[in-house]
């Protein structure tokens, strides 16, 4: 049920290995054209061999053309999506991708931007730096690894015009070169926006500071990989109308409202299937939804219109969705 629609075909033009369990992917299109534009910030999905469809940030820089360039650590627990793409894919290997899509652009306007990064967080951020670097803009950006080996991209950075810009951080490193998250989050001012992307525990704790400093949340701009893991024991068993029908789908403890809904044919577009990218987001008209995404705001959540139903269930014992 994952599928890329309208989908590119690319060709992998260059693999390398980045750092300790990462690696790094050239595409370019299948017929030598110029690829679709993109803006910093920006992913595509990509159809990894075994069936999946996972997301991947762009990190090469955004008047690039010619490329395409993504980045995959491997996940000890992955369900198949980077393991597939580290094992299952090599130089010269054709692909399926969506067009590049933005949920986590940079502002317009800004008069300086604080870009950090944890892990694999900095692909993305890359592509910011490289952007921001491009117009000439005021940035800084923060690098968080747990040592140089598990450093991706780098002597990319080292070497790169906008290197003085930039700070790392190593878990493994002197007490003196570590961030100072309260140092650098202290003062929000009017027109600096801070972004942050790498592992929940990471972000959760840069946002968390961010907000006991002051910061607005419209400067605040941030991507989650994946929701949070969680177990099924404590769900219980609900139903889904389909208000252009009238007919109603029981959702078992077990199953995705995707899944229950496939099951009678009605099919919902799915892509990451974890509440990260959006693409299933479905309006709610009646009922509570449980909402367990990490796409929608906390505003969003609280108006119980919509929900991701990959990963999300009902509160209430019935939810009718405009379908």
């Not at 996940?75 to 198949?80: A, E, K, L, T």
């Not at 933005?102 to 306007?109: D, E, S, V, Y």
């Not at 029981?250 to 990218?277: F, M, N, R, Y």
Request: glycine residues 8%.
């Amino acid at each position: 049920m994952t599928s890329v629609l309208g989908g590119l075909k690319v060709r992998v033009a260059a693999k390398h290995v980045e750092a300790v369990g990462i690696c790094s992917f050239e595409l370019v299109e299948a017929g030598g054209n110029a690829l679709p534009a993109f803006s910093a910030g920006s992913h595509i999905d990509v159809a990894v061999p075994g069936g999946l469809t996972r997301q991947y940030s762009l990190c090469n820089a955004p008047n690039e053309s010619h490329r395409y360039q993504i980045s995959v650590l491997r996940d000890p627990s992955s369900r198949g999506g980077s393991a597939g793409m580290h094992d299952r894919v090599s130089v010269g290997d054709e692909l399926i991708i969506s067009a590049p899509k933005n949920h986590f652009a940079l502002a317009h306007g800004a008069r300086h931007s604080v870009l950090l990064a944890g892990g694999i967080g900095v692909t993305p951020i890359l592509c910011m730096a490289e952007r921001l670097s491009m117009i000439g803009a005021s940035f800084e950006m923060h690098y968080c690894t747990r040592s140089r080996e598990h450093t991706a991209f780098l002597e990319r950075i080292a070497g790169a015009c906008y290197a003085s810009h930039v700070q790392f951080h190593f878990d493994d490193g002197a007490v003196d070169q570590k961030l100072d998250m309260a140092a650098c989050l202290a003062k929000p001012e009017s027109g600096t926006h801070l972004y942050v992307c790498g592992p929940k525990g990471f972000m959760e704790s840069v946002l968390h500071a961010a907000r006991a400093a002051g910061w607005p949340e419209a400067q605040l701009h941030y991507e989650f990989f994946a929701a949070e893991a969680r177990s099924p024991a404590d769900d219980a068993r609900f139903e889904v109308e389909i208000a252009s029908t009238g007919q109603v789908v029981v959702v078992e403890k077990d199953e995705t409202v995707v899944q229950a809904l496939a099951k009678v044919g009605v099919e919902i577009q799915i892509s990451c299937e974890q509440g990260v990218c959006g693409t299933c987001l479905t309006r709610v008209l009646e009922g509570e939804p449980d909402h367990f995404d990490v796409y929608l705001s906390a505003e969003e959540r609280a108006a119980n219109d919509q929900f991701l139903p990959c990963c999300s269930r009902g509160k209430s014992s019935r939810l009718v969705l405009d379908l």
